[in-house]
């Protein structure tokens, strides 16, 4: 098993710029989580989802867009980056409502 | 709403020193509680859990206590190694307001083990 991994580790945009970042998991889980991760802050949620076909707005959900069309796939999209969005995104899936296994991160640099 | 405090670091300790992060917890309802660790350059990984009053949770010598008296859950280790440097984060499951079961994060704390 892979686990969860993430695509790409690293990215490098400019302002105004579009991208997605691509979570994938092989665990069979029904929940996946976007969280970006920056200095003194810890980890906080952008977005969820419980299900295929399901996403849930997180802590910090602006600027950000997700899709899960399959079950082992979880997408985030930034449509318009900007420099605040310069972080490392970590994705995570559970099949419980607990334990949570993480993917090794993205890091983005928006100049 | 429910939260998470665990002390600031960096935490520097020579090995085989004794090592303790407090954690303490705001939360309605029974909460699960866990520690997270993350080492340079990858992503988190499940240290322990508890998931409820005075269970211990305990892996790779690391232990921890779920105190609801004193909502906390410090994270304890007899003797640091110097792999054990790495940044640990307190979580608790956010069971509240539809939230599914998400984990609240403190914002975590850097040890470092010198040889």
């Known amino acids: 098993n892979a686990g969860v991994t993430q695509t790409p580790k690293f990215r490098v945009l400019k302002t105004g710029q579009s991208m997605t970042l691509l979570c994938a998991q092989d665990?069979?889980?029904?929940?996946m989580y976007w969280y970006r991760q920056d200095p003194g802050m810890g980890l906080r949620l952008i977005h969820y989802?419980?299900?295929?076909?399901?996403?849930a707005k997180g802590e910090v959900p602006d600027g950000y867009n997700v899709s899960r069309l399959k079950k082992q796939n979880f997408l985030l999209g930034l449509e318009s980056a900007a420099p605040s969005q310069t972080s490392v995104y970590f994705c995570?899936?559970?099949?419980?409502?607990?334990?949570?296994?993480f993917g090794p991160g993205t890091r983005l640099t928006v100049l | 709403g429910n939260s998470v405090t665990q002390m600031e670091g960096p935490v520097t300790l020579s090995e085989e020193a004794f090592l303790t992060i407090n954690c303490t917890y705001t939360?309605?309802?029974?909460?699960?509680l866990f520690w997270y660790v993350q080492y340079p350059g990858e992503g988190l990984q499940l240290l322990l859990k508890?998931?409820?009053?005075?269970d211990k949770g305990s892996n790779k010598g690391f232990e921890a206590t779920y105190r609801k008296e004193t909502t906390s859950f410090h994270l304890e280790k007899g003797s640091v190694q110097v792999s054990d440097s790495a940044v640990y984060f307190c979580?608790?499951?956010?069971?509240?307001?539809?939230?599914?079961?998400?984990?609240?994060f403190g914002k975590g704390t850097k040890l470092s083990v010198k040889p």
């Open positions: 508890a998931t409820k009053a005075d």
């Open positions: 979580a608790l499951s956010d069971l509240v307001g539809g939230s599914q079961g998400n984990l609240i």
């Open positions: 939360a309605t309802g029974y909460p699960s």
């Open positions: 995570a899936s559970s099949l419980m409502l607990n334990e949570q296994f």
């Open positions: 665990m069979n889980h029904e929940y």
């Open positions: 989802s419980v299900g295929e076909g399901t996403t």
